[in-house]
C-alpha cells in the first residue's frame, strides 16, 4: 500500500480505522513536512505499516532527512513539533525522535533517520506518504528474526531461581511480595512463549498478546492470577510453575538451547525438600 512521490500528501487508504482526531493530527504533519525541503520522504510505520492497524494504534510517522540538514532539523524538533500540534507529553528517545501526547490524548511518534542509514534501517514495513527521491527503494526488504537461543535460555534460568525463592515469601508472610513472585514467572513465561513464536515482525509493547501464538496465549490466559493471600499464592505459583515445567523444554529444544539439568534438578529437589513440589 503506497502513494505516489508526486501525488498530493492525503490520507492513505485504511487510515478511517484511526479514531476521528488522528485525521487532523495526520494531514498537518503531512503538511509541515511536505514543505519542509530537508525532509525527503515520510512514511507510516508500526502496525500500520504491518496492515494490522486499529484504533488503539499509535500514529507512527517515520521520516527521512537529508543527511547535511539532520543535525539542525533534529535540533529543532520542538518548534516542528508545535507547528504540527500541541501536547502534554512529548519524551525525545534519539535525535529527531519522540513520543508525543496531545491534549486530545492522540499518540503520535515520530522517527527521523538520515537518508544514508535508511539501507541499514530496522523499521523495514512502511506506507509512503511523500517521497521526494524514490528513497522507498533503499529500505530493505523485512527480515524477522528468528527465536534468539540466549533470551530463552535466560527466560529458562530466570523462571527456575525464582521458583527457588518461595521461602522468603512464607516466612516473613508477605503475600504482596508473593503476588509479585508469581507475577515475575508469568512474564517469564511469556517471554519465552514470544520468543519461540517467532519469526514474526518486530512490534511495540502494546501488541502483547499478538506475539503469542493461539495456543501459548490460550495457556497463559487460562493461569490463575494469585491475591495476596497464602493459599492464592501457593496455588498460582503451582499452576505457573506447571506450565513452565510442561512447555519450557520443549522450547528449549526447539531452539538447540541446553537443558539446564543441574539447576532444574537442584531447584525441584529443594522444593520437594520443603514440601513445596511442582507435580511433574
Avoid at 44 to 56: I, K, Q, S, T, V
Avoid at 118 to 142: E, G, H, M, W
Avoid at 242 to 261: G, M, N
Avoid at 264 to 272: E, K, N, T
Wanted: charged letters at 25%; aromatic letters at 8%.
Amino acid at each position: 500500500m503506497t502513494i505516489d512521490r508526486h501525488a498530493s500528501r492525503k490520507r492513505p487508504d485504511g487510515f478511517e480505522v484511526y479514531p476521528d482526531g488522528y485525521g487532523p493530527l495526520f494531514d498537518r504533519a503531512a503538511e509541515v513536512f511536505a514543505r519542509d525541503e530537508r525532509v525527503r520522504a515520510m512514511w507510516l510505520h508500526g502496525a500500520f505499516g504491518r496492515g494490522a492497524a486499529d484504533a488503539a494504534s499509535d500514529l507512527d510517522i517515520s521520516l527521512a532527512v537529508r543527511d547535511e540538514d539532520f543535525d539542525a532539523f533534529a535540533a529543532a524538533w520542538t518548534k516542528w513539533l508545535a507547528e504540527i500540534t500541541p501536547t502534554v507529553s512529548a519524551i525525545p528517545i534519539a535525535p529527531g525522535c519522540f513520543y508525543a501526547l496531545t491534549p486530545g490524548c492522540e499518540r503520535f511518534d515520530i522517527f527521523s533517520e538520515r537518508v544514508s542509514e535508511l539501507p541499514r534501517t530496522n523499521l523495514r514495513r512502511r506506507v509512503s506518504i511523500f517521497d521526494r527521491d524514490d528513497l522507498t527503494a533503499s529500505i530493505p526488504a523485512p527480515d524477522d528474526p528468528p527465536p534468539d537461543p540466549d533470551t530463552i535460555s535466560t527466560a529458562v534460568r530466570e523462571t527456575l531461581r525464582t521458583a527457588a525463592n518461595i521461602q522468603t515469601v512464607l516466612v516473613r508472610e508477605d503475600w504482596l511480595l508473593g503476588v509479585v513472585a508469581v507475577g515475575t514467572i508469568h512474564s517469564l513465561l511469556y517471554q519465552l512463549f514470544a520468543e519461540a513464536n517467532k519469526p514474526q515482525p518486530v512490534t511495540g509493547p502494546k501488541q502483547y498478546s499478538f506475539k503469542l501464538s493461539p495456543r501459548h496465549r490460550t495457556l497463559l490466559e487460562q493461569l490463575p492470577v494469585p491475591q495476596p493471600e497464602r493459599q492464592s499464592v501457593l496455588d498460582a505459583r503451582e499452576a505457573a510453575l506447571r506450565l513452565f515445567l510442561a512447555e519450557a523444554p520443549a522450547v528449549a529444544a526447539a531452539a538447540d538451547v541446553p537443558w539446564p539439568t543441574d539447576l532444574a534438578d537442584a531447584v525441584l529437589g529443594y522444593l520437594d525438600r520443603i514440601g513445596l513440589g511442582v507435580p511433574r
